[in-house]
């Protein structure tokens, strides 16, 4: 049975900084998630759902998932270089990308967990589900172990994270708007995109950006 514990991620040397958790159970869930959109989009409404025509949604399929996990505005606040504290907290959700049959990102399923089940609750974000690890597999020479998301809620950021075979972070920036010095597609340890987001967080007023 799918846990939903919470797993700390720790800024530590050779170990495994990420416990994966299995998302083999989301599928079901993803799946109906697939046909309800399905069922949503319209030639009239297809444009705000991200999808370029009703077309290419009708033979769509699910990609690979990835997890969600979250940066809270008091730990960036607090956050040390070397710190052993967590970090990174698992959202309990999961993305799925909606591939068109030429596996072009079309569109996305977003799944929450909760009450022991999985259950859509978004659809038709791009801009996470478009990026992909091999930025990441470029810009360094560590093999890239597994991809996740990584969310700032009270900045309204947004980074693909990849952790790399000798247990190194990486944050890949997704958003359009350079901040901090991040450019978008940028990728940089996870320590540095830390420091760099902290006198933003420090300076945060509590209003949407």
């Known amino acids: 049975m799918l846990s939903c514990i919470t797993f700390s991620i720790l800024f530590a040397q050779n170990k495994s ?16 998630g697939l046909s309800t959109l399905k069922k949503l989009v319209t ?20 990609g690979t998932p990835v997890e969600v996990y979250l940066i809270g505005l008091e730990d960036l606040k607090q956050f040390k270089p070397g710190d052993q504290k967590q970090v990174l907290v698992p959202a309990n959700r999961a993305v799925y990308p909606v591939l068109a049959t030429n596996n072009d990102v ?8 909760n ?7 978004k659809f038709g974000e ?11 597999n470029q810009t360094h ?8 998301l990584v969310r700032i809620p009270s900045l309204s950021l947004n980074f693909l994270g990849a952790q790399t075979a ?14 901090a ?14 420091q760099r987001l902290q006198p933003l967080a420090v300076d945060y007023n509590g209003l949407p950006r």
């Open 106 to 113: 079309i569109s996305s399923v977003e799944l929450d967990y």
């Open 115 to 121: 009450n022991g089940k999985w259950e859509a609750r």
């Open 141 to 148: 020479t560590d093999s890239i172990q597994r991809t996740f």
């Open 43 to 62: 030639a009239d409404n297809y444009k705000s759902y991200g999808i370029e025509s009703v077309e290419r949604l009708n033979n769509a399929k699910l």
């Open 181 to 194: 010095n991040i450019r978008t597609g940028e990728s940089l340890p996870v320590e540095e995109v830390m």
């Open 126 to 136: 791009q801009t996470a589900t478009k990026t992909s690890a091999a930025f990441i």
């Open 166 to 179: 000798t247990g190194k972070i990486y944050l890949t920036y997704l958003d359009k708007q350079t901040i």
């Open 17 to 32: 900084l990420i416990e994966s958790r299995d998302l083999s159970l989301s599928q079901k869930a993803a799946t109906a």
